[in-house]
């Protein structure tokens, strides 16, 4: 009798309980991947043009306007891979730094803005303005 007395009130092996376990881990897992950056986002800086003001070089500046189905450099079509070669002649007879002004047509996307400004900003020595 006093062996089943002593099994009954003998603590118990509790096992352990993995469900909360998998939450804390899952909720940290989450919380991880929601606050980590994967990939490093580039800048693209914007020089609006002066208002009013003029560009202060001797050669005129190339005029490029951006619209959602084309691209168009002092009122010609261009496709945006030809850009810097139809821009190259305009720069060579640049005899201070070369400005190219973009305009903006209404309608086309952020992400065109952002391809052209890639493409503009290969050459560096260029100055590149927006337009509003």
Do not use: H, Y
């Not at 720069?91 to 065109?112: D, I, N």
């Amino acid at each position: 009798m006093a062996e089943r007395l002593a099994t009954r009130f003998a603590p118990r092996v509790r096992r352990l309980a993995l469900t909360p376990l998998i939450d804390v881990v899952f909720l940290l897992l989450l919380f991880f991947m929601l606050t980590t950056t994967f990939s490093r986002l580039g800048e693209i800086d914007l020089a609006p043009a002066a208002a009013g003001g003029a560009v202060g070089t001797a050669t005129p500046p190339a005029f490029v306007q951006l619209s959602p189905d084309g691209l168009r450099v002092n009122a010609v079509e261009a496709p945006l891979d030809g850009l810097l070669a139809r821009l190259d002649p305009l720069a060579a007879e640049a005899e201070e730094a070369f400005v190219v002004l973009v305009s903006l047509s209404a309608g086309p996307t952020a992400q065109r803005l952002v391809d052209l400004l890639a493409v503009l900003r290969a050459r560096p020595d260029w100055q590149v303005r927006v337009l509003d």
